[in-house]
């Protein structure tokens, strides 16, 4: 059975830290790469980070120079480091796994930061 479990959410304040963590387990074959997506309240689920399996490494532009990915696919693990956090931050973050044929979710780890 492949469960994603992501941890380290919480409340923080405007300004500053928290690192998630991301491991799967059940997964038996190599995967081409982890990603973080968050989703705040009222709205669509967003991509936030992304780390390939070579490698290669991504955050999206409303969090670039504040939010670092990384982590080793090949371990399956994956961490976010959410440094310089805002309000509009506010969100569950999700572990993703994504491939051709399956698609792996976790159950999500809430971040809210007050203001």
């Known amino acids: 059975q492949v469960q994603l479990v992501e941890s380290g959410g919480g409340v923080v304040q405007a300004g500053g830290s928290l690192r998630l963590s991301c491991v799967a387990s059940g997964i038996t074959f190599s995967i081409n790469g982890m990603a973080w997506y968050r989703q705040a309240p009222g709205k669509e689920r967003e991509l936030v980070a992304t780390?390939?399996?070579?490698?290669?490494?991504s955050v999206e532009d409303s969090v670039k120079g504040r939010f670092t990915v990384s982590g080793d696919p090949a371990l399956k693990a994956v961490f976010l480091q959410m440094n310089s956090l805002k309000p509009e931050d506010t969100a569950v973050y999700y572990c993703?796994?994504?491939?051709?044929?399956?698609?792996?979710w976790g159950q999500g780890t809430e971040v809210t930061v007050s203001s």
């Open positions: 780390m390939s399996s070579d490698g290669f490494s």
């Open positions: 993703n796994v994504p491939g051709w044929d399956y698609n792996y």
